[in-house]
């Protein structure tokens, strides 16, 4: 890990963009349970790729305290 290539970049943003406004709905409560698996599953990929250390790996996702209570 580490490194990712331009294409590679390029295709975490569009997946990025894609999921923007179900991020607004997660963040003001009206997503669905649906909704909110996508979104967890794009950031989660997200992070994966461009995780660059053992610590950043760790650090809790950035949805932390958002979704279903």
């Not at 599953?41 to 994966?48: K, T």
Request: overall charge positive; hydrophobic content about 35%; aromatic content about 12%.
């Amino acid at each position: 890990m580490g490194e990712i290539s331009w294409n590679q970049a390029a295709n975490l943003r569009a997946q990025l963009r894609t999921v923007q406004p179900i991020a607004y709905r997660v963040q003001t409560g009206v997503a669905s349970h649906g909704e909110y698996r996508r979104l967890a599953r794009v950031v989660d990929r997200i992070e994966r790729m461009t995780a660059t250390s053992y610590a950043s790996r760790r650090a809790p996702p950035y949805a932390y305290g958002y979704g279903w209570r």
